[in-house]
């Protein structure tokens, strides 16, 4: 029980530290939400929990693929935001767009034969 609540806090953290610091300094906090400390984070609690190298492994290649349709949020947000369309609405259509782009890289990704 323990080790869930230190996975909640530190996650946590991380989480409250880039809000914060977006307050005061957008490109440290844009640097620290880019890093890809939910990755790190889940690569440890995985090796810590069981061990399995080939877990982390499989996981991380599926990031690999799938951070590519995820971009495409990070260029569209500020398009729709730009063109008027107000904040709830640009993330409400952004976060529908970036679904149909991933469920458009798993189908490319099972058409080609790569498996996550």
């Known amino acids: 029980m323990w080790q869930y609540m230190i996975k909640i806090l530190l996650s946590a953290t991380v989480l409250v530290a880039v809000a914060e610091l977006a307050k005061r300094h957008s490109m440290w906090a844009a640097t620290l939400a880019s890093l890809p400390i939910a990755s790190i984070l889940t690569f440890i609690w995985i090796y810590l929990d069981s061990g399995n190298t080939e877990k982390i492994v499989t996981l991380s ?51 080609v034969g790569v498996k996550i």
Do not use: E, N
């Not at 500020?78 to 409400?92: E, N, Q």
């Open 61 to 111: 290649q599926g990031i690999l693929w799938l951070v590519l349709p995820s971009l495409l949020f990070f260029i569209t947000l500020p398009f729709l935001i730009r063109y008027g369309f107000g904040f709830w609405m640009s993330l409400g259509i952004d976060c529908f767009i970036t679904a149909l782009a991933y469920f458009g890289m798993l189908k490319i990704l099972m058409w």
